[in-house]
């Protein structure tokens, strides 16, 4: 079992609606969760990061956090054609060491 | 604006020449890190730097080296690359290492190997 999994993709939404962005972990004991974006040929930048249970909201971006089920989401409302990219989940502390394991990215594109 | 710095943004070397690649940061922060992303991959951690204590990760090749000199500066030299060597090498920093605080990428450097 992969320590952070995702779905590869691609997705497609049409403009407008919500994307959903799924992402799962291997370690019930990990400590925080990150959303990164990544367009095609340049860096990862970060979204949102969440680390207790619970839905967190930023703008149109709302990150869930279920440790039970070691289970991070990312919605994006009223998705735009510029979200169409390559969205990174990384969790920290995985088997308690310090640092971030990023899954390998579900890339999301927006039909206008 | 502060900010993380990759240089070059594209490096082309060939097989078996030993390449560097720099990373700067106006950040002030006390971590850096180097990540290996190859296509359609996630970026893969190589090692990092608190300050100037150097950490490994166990399956980074011997190929691979770094060198803090100081805060703002880190390199990663690969002393003799091979065609799998080719990626997208990604400099981060942090202010720390504590799980809830964010790496700032720079802009990567694309290594092609001849």
């Known amino acids: 079992q992969k320590e952070v999994e995702q779905n590869s993709g691609p997705l497609s939404v049409p403009e407008g609606a919500i994307a959903s962005l799924n992402c799962t972990y291997s370690d019930r004991g990990s400590q925080s969760f990150f959303w990164y974006r990544q367009y095609s040929g340049k860096s990862p930048e970060l979204i949102m990061f969440?680390?207790?249970?619970g839905d967190k909201e930023d703008g149109r971006f709302t990150a869930q956090l279920n440790k039970a089920s070691q289970y991070v989401s990312l919605l994006i409302r009223d998705s735009q054609p510029s979200d169409s990219a390559t969205y990174l989940c990384a969790v920290f502390g995985i088997q308690g060491a310090q640092k971030l394991v990023f899954g390998q990215g579900t890339r999301l594109t927006i039909n206008p | 604006d502060a900010m993380v710095i990759q240089n070059p943004r594209y490096q082309v070397t060939q097989f078996g020449k030993p390449v560097t690649l720099s990373c700067s940061q106006t950040l002030n922060h006390n971590v850096m890190y180097w990540y290996q992303q190859k296509s359609s991959q996630a970026p893969k951690l190589l090692f990092h730097?608190?300050?100037?204590?150097?950490?490994n990760e166990a399956d980074t090749p011997d190929n691979f080296q770094s060198r803090r000199p100081n805060t703002s500066f880190c390199f990663l030299d690969i002393r003799s690359p091979g065609l799998g060597d080719a990626a997208m090498y990604l400099c981060a920093t942090s202010r720390d290492l504590a799980g809830g605080v964010e790496q700032f990428f720079g802009p990567g450097t694309r290594l092609t190997v001849l």
């Open positions: 730097y608190y300050d100037k204590d150097f950490n």
């Open positions: 969440i680390y207790s249970n």
